[in-house]
């Protein structure tokens, strides 16, 4: 079946460094993927939309400076903290949909946690 | 806009017991609806889904889910859980002819040996 990679799993930086969480689609194309993230005790929360070859699609409330996105190619994603502060600390999840975009099941990355010290 | 309802925070639940989850949505149109399960830090892992036809719906691990439109419900159940179901699971519903996913807060089931 399709697998979403993710990386890091985890990831501790410094306040005011910036780091990178890469998700690679491995078995196949993934014009879309979705950024997510989840607090403790709280659903996942959809952050932005990326679009292989056009801008990213963020979601009311989201920093666009602060979250970059980039779709590189069909098969991968990333999503930048910049400038990481402590409230930046959660749990972050990329998501593909099927390629159809039929609703037949999304395909999850293992998730990224990041804390800021 | 549609949303999903999790009754239930937290579900405690003996060895081998039965146990349901459930799950409540709303929406003007159709939509399909998943189950998801979480184990701690890890990605999502998909139960299993209702896109159409018979409402019972079988997935992994043994979990069934019915597919409910007049009470727009589709709970969560199997009939003996084991220590290793001890995870959160969220129901999700995504509107037909869309991509994005509306996930419900999660229920954490925790399985007593």
């Known amino acids: 079946g399709a697998v979403v990679s993710q990386h890091p799993s985890w990831v501790i930086c410094k306040s005011g460094t910036s780091v990178k969480i890469e998700c690679r689609s491995l078995d196949f194309q993934a014009t879309t993927m979705f950024w997510y993230r989840q607090f403790p005790k709280q659903s996942l929360m959809l952050m932005a939309t990326?679009?292989?070859?056009?801008?990213?699609?963020?979601e009311q409330g989201v920093e666009k400076d602060k979250f970059l996105i980039n779709h590189a190619s069909l098969t991968l994603s990333t999503l930048t903290v910049t400038s990481a502060h402590p409230e930046d600390s959660s749990f972050y999840i990329c998501?593909?949909?099927?390629?159809?975009?039929?609703?037949?099941?999304?395909?999850f990355g293992s998730g990224t946690r990041l804390t800021v010290v | 806009a549609q949303s999903v309802t999790q009754l239930d925070s937290q579900v405690p639940v003996f060895e081998e017991a039965p146990v349901e989850l459930r799950c409540n949505y709303s929406?003007?149109?159709?939509?399909?609806l998943f189950w998801y399960v979480q184990y701690p830090n890890q990605g999502l892992q998909l139960l299993l889904k209702?896109?159409?036809?018979?409402?019972l719906v079988k997935g992994i691990n043994g979990f069934e889910a019915e597919f409910n439109k007049s009470q727009t419900s589709f709970h969560l159940r199997k009939p003996s859980v084991h220590i290793s179901d001890t995870a959160e699971y969220f129901c999700a519903v995504v509107k037909r002819g869309y991509q994005k996913v509306t996930f419900g807060i999660g229920t954490k089931l925790q399985v007593i040996p």
């Open positions: 929406s003007s149109v159709s939509v399909y």
């Open positions: 209702y896109l159409s036809g018979s409402t």
């Open positions: 998501s593909a949909p099927p390629d159809s975009g039929q609703g037949y099941g999304y395909t």
């Open positions: 990326s679009n292989e070859g056009s801008k990213a699609t963020y």
